[in-house]
Structure formats: C-alpha cells, structure tokens
C-alpha cells in the first residue's frame, strides 16, 4: 500500500481540507485515492493513499510521486497561512529580545506586511513565491525517504532554509521600524522648534515649480522667496542645494499659522509634503486651483 501520514496536533480539519482541495487534480488524471483522519488523543494522523483499484500498475510509481506533491503542495499553503506569523513572532523574540511589547507588535505588523506583499511590488511577490517553493521542495524531499511526517517538528526542525527568508524579513522589518521611529522623532523636534517660535507670518503660499524649487509667499501674495533662504544658501555652495531641506527649513523659521500648498502634483518628493502635514499638523490646506496655480501654469508653458 502507498499512503502518507501527516501527524498534527491542531487544525486537523483545516489540513484535511487543504489536502481535499489540492488532491482535487488527481482526479482529472484518473487517480483514485482516498484521505483519512485518525485521532489518537493528544494528535491526529492524515493518512492519504492510492486506491488499490489504480489501472495500469506500472504507472503507480508516477502515481505517487504525484500524491507526494500535491500533498506536498497543501502543506505548503497551510504552513504559510498557519505558520508563518508564528515563526516571526519566534524570531522576533529571540533575536531582539531588547524590544519591548508594543516594540516587538510593531515589528511584527511590519513583518506581516511584508510577506503577505501588502504594497504589490514585484520583488516582494517574488521572495513569496520563492518561500513557497523552499517549502514545497522541503517537503517533496522529505517525502522520498519517509511516508510519516509529523508537521510541527519539519516545520521546527527541516526548514531552515525557510526560516532563514524569514529572520531576513524581520531584519528588514526592524531596519523599516527603526527608520520609522527616526522620523517620528525628528517631526517631534520640528514641531518643537515650530512650537517656540513666534509666527513671522499668518499665511505662507509654498509653490512647487517646475523645476523642481520652490516659491514662497506671503499673505498678502508677494514673493518672499529670496528673503527666507538667503540664510541658508550662505552657508551653502551651489552644487550642495537641497531645495526641498531649504524649504522645510524656511517654514520652520517663518513658523506660519496656516499654510497653503499650490501645485501639488509638481512636488516631485511626496515625502516632503508628507512632512509639511506632519509638522504643521492641520495647518496645512491644497489649493486645488486659483489665479497663482494658474500663472506658475502658464510659467511652465512657456519655457
């Protein structure tokens, strides 16, 4: 008799069914085959095997080889969903023990994301999927020299190249979380040094231009550009010209009440303006068309 038999201590059911639907493509290949559960108090054994009613004996070698991989295939699945969030959760607190709770929770949401591909990028989908196969290929290997497995210990135990994508992933999460926590902090000093100043003036105009600076002005609509940076453009060469720290550094000295932003779809940096809400938290309003909009336009058409 061929057969498997995966011993599990929890999710039975859950197993059981993955391999059910898996072991679906057998069928279309004219493969009969049968699934089993059999508890034995603290686990349960899933034992599937290859009907003896299979025609054509010579082919029960391929037969097989095809049960041990969809098998395989489910168990994968299952141990992405059940597994994996677990394991990083392990990592995380063994590896970075110095984090605390709410720390470590944040590290993990970050994790999370990361592998489930939350931000669609196609490298990520990649190192999934490559995740997926180190599995698949653990477990068909694994198969060929034993028909019992107990899954808590090859996932403990016979994944190490898996586990080891994973600890890569929470060292990116923690790197992504200390950036994070950097920002954080710095908008914290921003809004400080914002905070102590006396507001210069009540309204600031910022206009992204075309080129990729910045024009400044005042309530009353008069540029006011040259003024605010010639501070720092002192202190400064040239080629060295951050126009995006310049104005940063410009509205934090001006301190203004309220700020108005025209143009947003020329801020080449979204980061920047995500900066500017941060720091002049509800201050900050778009424009989202007038006269200035209108004449940096036509600027733009010109040159």
């Keep these: 008799m061929q057969f498997l038999c995966i011993g599990v201590n929890e999710c039975a ?21 049968s699934i089993d559960e059999v508890d034995a108090g603290d686990s349960t054994s899933i034992i599937c095997k290859l009907d003896e009613g299979n025609p054509v004996e010579e082919n ?15 168990l994968a699945h299952f141990i992405i969903r059940q597994y994996e969030e ?37 490298l990520s989908g990649l190192f999934r999927a490559r995740r997926y196969n180190t599995i698949v290929r653990g477990l068909v290997d694994y198969f060929e020299s034993s028909n019992n497995l107990i899954l808590e210990g090859f996932v403990n135990f016979r994944l190490k190249e898996y586990i080891k994508e994973l600890e890569e992933i929470v060292d990116k999460a923690v790197d992504d979380y200390l950036m994070q926590r950097e920002y954080r902090e710095f908008i914290k000093l921003l809004r400080y040094f914002v905070d102590i100043q006396e507001p210069k003036f009540e309204l600031i105009h910022i ?10 002005l005042d309530d009353s609509k008069s540029e006011i550009t040259k003024e605010c940076i010639k ?15 310049l104005l940063v550094s410009s509205l934090i000295t001006l301190a203004p009440e309220k700020v108005i932003i025209h143009c947003l779809g020329q801020f080449k940096n979204k980061e920047l303006f995500e900066t500017i ?27």
């Design 277 to 303: 809400k941060n720091v002049f938290t509800g201050k900050v309003s778009i424009c989202n068309g007038c006269e200035i909009c209108l004449l940096n336009v036509i600027k733009k058409n010109k040159n």
């Design 13 to 33: 059911g859950d197993i059981k069914q993955q391999i059910t639907q898996e072991l679906q493509n057998l069928k279309k290949n004219k493969i009969d085959y």
């Design 86 to 122: 677990k394991l990083l959760e392990r990592i995380i607190n063994t590896n970075y023990c110095y984090f605390n709770s709410p720390e470590k929770k944040e590290i993990i949401r970050i994790a999370v994301k990361l592998i489930n591909n939350e931000e669609k990028s196609f």
């Design 60 to 74: 029960n070698s391929w037969h097989f080889d095809a049960l041990r991989r969809h098998v395989s295939n489910a």
């Design 231 to 245: 501070e720092f453009t002192s202190e400064i060469s040239q080629g060295e010209v951050n126009y995006d720290d």
């Design 207 to 216: 206009i992204a231009d075309y080129d990729g600076k910045y024009i400044l």
